[in-house]
């Protein structure tokens, strides 16, 4: 009788773990099976097996695994400034409390949506927040996004995020990442639960575990919250039974502001698994091609400009009576990143903008000598600054040629003389004289970082100035400030500004900035990094000029991206929108945004159809009867986006 009783207590006890789990399969291309096998039990691990099959040869590369999620959380400034748009914060020298957020497994269920598979697991929990898992499998990719979603009541909220994926049969393999030059690094996990942060290059690290290989990397751009340098901050841990990504709370030390968590938000706290057959190598040679390599692709009949860099190599290196370098370190960081076009925001803090009129002069002739230096065919550095003079707020300046001028107009000075060796030299005063020399000059000049930072307020205040009316004014600039990771999309601020604008009837543009101060390939730039691509067929020659590409600029002939979805083509034409994309995450939504001179109108268009790396033709016919413009924007499911110019209707 016993022996039966225990032959049923066995049969009982296999019965019930089999029905605690859930296996779920997807197809992840090039003719492998992805599967994951969910535990449900109060005791078990969520992740029993997570694996991908080629026919019979079935590669496990996890197994007993729980993802893992440490949530910081500190108070965001609301009052000093402007509210949730702050840039001017340092959460980490208030109050902060980091939690281990609690799975608690209260229910499991799976839905299919387009070509991705979504597994919601219920019951996650941390002090003041409440949410869920979601495991989200990309049918067609050995690809998936692991996600507390979690949300608070709590205003005033600021949080960071590290996570990851743990398991106690992880001991003694194989962890391997790519250090910030470029080499391949492999380490024995060994057996110590020490966690060692890593400073790795594309952000991701793997394991090689059992007959697979498991890396883990970020959102490529959504991950990195607003900062004034890119510093490579060790974005990644791992132990002997883990690895996962990693946020440093003090960042770089000058202003810290976190992620807004607004309260009733749904906070996604995320990263990306990529699954592995063939080594650590080939595993790692496919994260790199979710951005290209941390490249910008070339379009034919594009060039790539990038705007807005402090780097000071003048005032710090050339001036400073350092030994100035063939090719500096930042030229070479943007030409392999693929960069033709490279517009400085010189002497931010530094030189004498405002004279003696000499020490002025002398900086702008190093400033000009050295980009026409490190300018060719097929590369651009071009001279510009933030003067911040003169209009309020802060702003760029940007001329077609080398332009000599000093930021004061002293009484007695004539606004304009000839220098027997620069030629014309302005002496600027006030606002109107500012706006004559773009006249002149032909130049540009729009509002960096538009209602927040330095420009909180701006443009706004002046939107009805002489200067902000005219075709010198081409409009704002684009960056993903604040960040939220409740949005689907980055930078909404300067998004909402541009609809703003084009309903105040004016024919402003919005350009990628970027906004940093060092500049170097160890940093972690294509994290904090964004783009133009200029519609042109050639580069112009530094010594002739290069106001074609202002014309392009003011034209709206261009597009913006972080570098993963491209808009080769965008056109509006007999009630038609057509559109062409190329994007290498999976695409999450385009949205059609439009305007009738008050409101503004948005057609999104699902596209959870799409799989990783494709390119497509759209047509929409939208009702634009009534519209006075119209402009698009693209994201994947990593929040990497694009958007065109407004097209004016």
Known sequence: ?????????????????????????????????????LGMGKD????????????????????????????????????????????????????????????????????????????????????DFSGRLEIILYHGSPLLNIAAVMSTDKDSTAILYDAGLVSRRLANDTVGWCDVTGRWVTQAAGTKDSVRNEAVKYRMIGRKALSGVLMVFPPPHQYFYPLDEAFNLRFVWWDSHGIGIR?????????????????????????????????????????????????????????????????EFITKVVLAGQPVPEEPAFVKYFKEAGINIVHLAEFHGVGHPKGPDEQRLKELDALFAQCRRLSNDRFLLLPGEEPNEFFGGHWLAFFPRPVYWIMAHHPGDAFVTNDPVRGKVYRIGNAREMLDLLERERGLAWTAHPRTKGSTGYPDAYKGEPFFLSDRWLGGAWKALPADLSQPRLGKRVLDLMDDMNNWGLEKRVLAEADLFTIGQANEMYGHMNVNYLRMAALPGFDKGWGEILDTLRGGKFFSTTGEVLIPTFGVEGGKVNFTLEWTFPLQFAELVSGDGEKVFR???????????????????????????????????????????????
């Not at 698994?273 to 692709?297: H, I, P």
């Not at 268009?605 to 990783?612: C, S, W």
């Open 603 to 649: 057609q999104r268009v699902q596209l959870t159809d799409t799989k990783a790396f494709g390119r497509g033709t759209f047509q929409l016919s939208p009702d634009l009867s009534h519209r006075k413009w119209v402009r698009l924007e693209v994201w994947d499911v990593a929040a990497n986006g694009a958007f065109t110019q407004t097209v004016f209707l």
């Open 44 to 127: 078990s691990p969520l992740i029993r097996s997570l694996s991908v099959a080629r026919g019979k040869i079935i590669r496990e590369v996890l197994q007993d695994a729980d993802p893992t999620f440490l949530l910081r959380v500190g108070k965001r400034d609301l009052v000093s400034q402007n509210g949730w748009n702050i840039f001017f914060d340092k959460v980490p020298l208030k109050p902060n409390r980091a939690y281990q957020v609690v799975m608690e497994k209260k229910s499991l269920s799976v839905v299919r949506e387009g070509s991705r598979t979504i597994v919601r697991v219920d019951g996650f929990t941390a002090p």
């Open 1 to 37: 009788m016993k022996r039966y009783f225990l032959i049923w207590w066995v049969l009982c006890a296999v019965l019930g773990t089999v029905k605690a789990q859930k296996v779920v399969e997807w197809p992840a291309g090039s003719g492998l099976t992805g599967r994951l096998v």
């Open 247 to 311: 946020q440093d709370p003090e960042g770089d030390h000058r202003y810290v502001p976190w992620f807004n968590a607004p309260p009733g938000t749904e906070q996604r706290l995320n990263f990306f698994c990529l699954l592995g057959e063939r080594g650590f190598e080939a595993a790692m040679d496919s994260v790199k091609a979710y951005t290209r390599e941390d490249r910008y692709r070339a379009l034919p009949g594009y060039k790539i400009m990038a705007s807005h860099f402090h780097n």
